[in-house]
Nanobody, 124 residues
Framework: QVQLVESGGGLVQAGGSLRLSCAAS????????MGWFRQAPGKEREFVAA????????YYADSVKGRFTISRDNAKNTVYLQLNSLKPEDTAVYYCATGPFDVSTIQPSLYEYWGQGTQVTVSS
């Protein structure tokens, strides 16, 4: 079993940046594809980005491509999401999760372990 803890959320003005972290417990972190999702009030959880086990392959939702960057440090059991050029519509709770082998998997139901989420609020 894997436990995930997100951090780094907060309140930021439009155009600003944040860096989210997701720390994983256990020795098997490097065996998982990792993904980031977000959920705004009244909306379904949506895929944001994913990264392969080695970190060599990444995949992004069109809405964040060019603004967000996913990365990982397997030595630290941590996956990151750098959020740049933030917009008010990026406001949501952001979750990390362990995923299937294919980094282009966007369905939340196919991700197994989830963190508790971290709130990102972007003011206009």
């Amino acid at each position: 079993q894997v436990q995930l803890v997100e951090s780094g959320g907060g309140l930021v003005q439009a155009g600003g940046s944040l860096r989210l972290s997701c720390a994983a417990s256990g020795r098997t972190f490097s065996t998982y594809t990792m993904g980031w999702f977000r959920q705004a009030p009244g909306k379904e959880r949506e895929f944001v980005a994913a990264i392969s086990r080695s970190g060599g392959i990444t995949y992004y939702a069109d809405s964040v491509k060019g603004r967000f960057t996913i990365s990982r440090d397997n030595a630290k059991n941590t996956v990151y999401l750098q959020l740049n050029s933030l917009k008010p519509e990026d406001t949501a709770v952001y979750y990390c999760a362990t995923g299937p082998f294919d980094v282009s998997t966007i369905q939340p139901s196919l991700y197994e372990y989830w963190g508790q989420g971290t709130q990102v609020t972007v003011s206009s």
